[in-house]
């Protein structure tokens, strides 16, 4: 923890543009379903392309999952709020970014991050992520990260699918390729990632439920934040371990 913290504090007094600094997470797990989770969670297909989860080198991101900040950004931009009981340090980083500071990923500082153990959990803390990330874009009226609009996408795509492939032959044939693709790569990362051949077919279920997951919350903080104007769920503020 102590070369974590001088690391980190070294890189915030060698460049003053970098507001916030973080590191690798090294997903933990407590048995074979927590260590699928682990595994999705550390691929990007399961977190999408530029997550600070799944990269490999140093460089500058739009979030972070363990930052450090010095004082002074606090008393720039304020503290942490606290009505989001998820994306609060999304919604930190974006303000950060918003007034011209910068977030540095470094390769070298690390943390442990223990995953849920269950599947059901694990429904539970996507379908939040996606429901608060609406509450938060509606706060700074943008989508702070585009990558986070591939599962509500994905979703709609599932919804209109059904009717749209009944229509002709050739509409199936092509409604039916994004689909085919995501099977694909469900299939592909499942079976390039596995560390025994028995956990195949959990994998290829961790990776919907986490997709489907946050799609359906995105889709309920639109309805509740954007449609009804209403204030976050309370069922939607309790915790998921």
């Known amino acids: 923890?102590?070369?974590?913290?001088?690391?980190?504090?070294?890189?915030?007094?060698?460049?003053?543009?970098?507001?916030?600094?973080?590191?690798?997470?090294?997903?933990?797990?407590?048995?074979?379903?927590?260590?699928n989770i682990a595994i999705a969670m550390s691929t990007a297909f399961g977190m999408g392309l530029g997550n600070f989860r799944t990269l490999d080198e140093s460089d500058f991101v739009d979030t972070v999952g363990t930052p450090m900040y010095p004082y002074w950004v606090f008393e720039k931009i304020g503290?942490?709020?606290?009505?989001?009981?998820?994306?609060?340090?999304?919604?930190?980083?974006?303000?950060?970014?918003?007034?011209?500071?910068?977030?540095y990923y470094e390769q070298d500082i690390s943390l442990k991050y223990y995953v849920r153990g269950n599947l059901k959990g694990l429904w539970r803390q996507f379908f939040q992520y996606g429901y608060w990330k609406v509450f938060v874009n509606k706060k700074h009226n943008a989508v702070t990260t585009?990558?986070?609009?591939?599962?509500?996408?994905?979703?709609l795509y599932l919804v209109a699918a059904s009717p749209i492939l009944m229509i002709g032959k050739y509409t199936m044939l092509f409604g039916s390729l994004p689909l085919t693709l995501y099977l694909l790569m469900n299939v592909f990362f499942s079976v390039r990632f596995a560390d025994r051949s028995k956990d195949i077919f959990q994998?290829?279920?961790?990776y919907p439920i986490m997709h489907v997951s946050y799609g359906l919350g995105y889709w309920k903080g639109i309805l509740d934040f954007m449609v009804r104007n209403k204030k976050p769920s309370e069922n939607q503020k309790r915790l998921s371990r």
């Open 203 to 206: 994998l290829m279920l961790v």
């Open 1 to 35: 923890m102590q070369y974590v913290l001088a690391g980190a504090v070294s890189i915030l007094l060698k460049n003053e543009e970098v507001w916030c600094v973080g590191g690798r997470v090294h997903n933990e797990y407590l048995d074979e379903t927590g260590e």
């Open 79 to 103: 503290f942490f709020d606290e009505q989001l009981i998820r994306n609060q340090d999304d919604d930190f980083n974006y303000r950060i970014t918003k007034e011209g500071g910068k977030i």
């Open 146 to 155: 585009i990558r986070q609009l591939a599962p509500p996408l994905f979703v």
